[in-house]
């Protein structure tokens, strides 16, 4: 999430990790997660928007991409709980989410 993102979704939030989609059957999924829902043109990237923010992990703020990223790297394994404090596009309050981690897809 920056500025110009959340300009686009007429939001309030310029920090988190936006779920542009979910993988079918995945964790996020199963979880109830929404991914993005439209399309729109941000710094001349189109960028699918309208999904769930992560705003914070088991309670740890989560700013950024980089964030997360070291965040389920440093404190989580595949098959862990997690609780994931999430803003639902539209929803005036933050909701908490549990997933149920699973492992990388192979590329």
Excluded: C
């Amino acid at each position: 999430m920056d500025y110009y993102i959340a300009s686009a979704m007429n939001i309030n939030i310029t920090y988190g990790w936006l779920i542009t989609a979910t993988m079918s059957g995945g964790p996020a999924e199963k979880a109830g997660l929404h991914g993005g829902s439209q399309n729109a043109q941000v710094e001349g990237t189109t960028i699918r928007i309208g999904g769930d923010i992560i705003l914070a992990m088991n309670g740890t703020q989560i700013i950024n991409g980089d964030a997360l990223s070291t965040y389920l790297e440093e404190h989580t394994q595949p098959g862990d709980n997690l609780t994931l404090t999430i803003k639902r596009n539209g929803n005036p309050t933050l909701l908490n989410v549990t997933v149920t981690l699973g492992t990388r897809p192979q590329p």
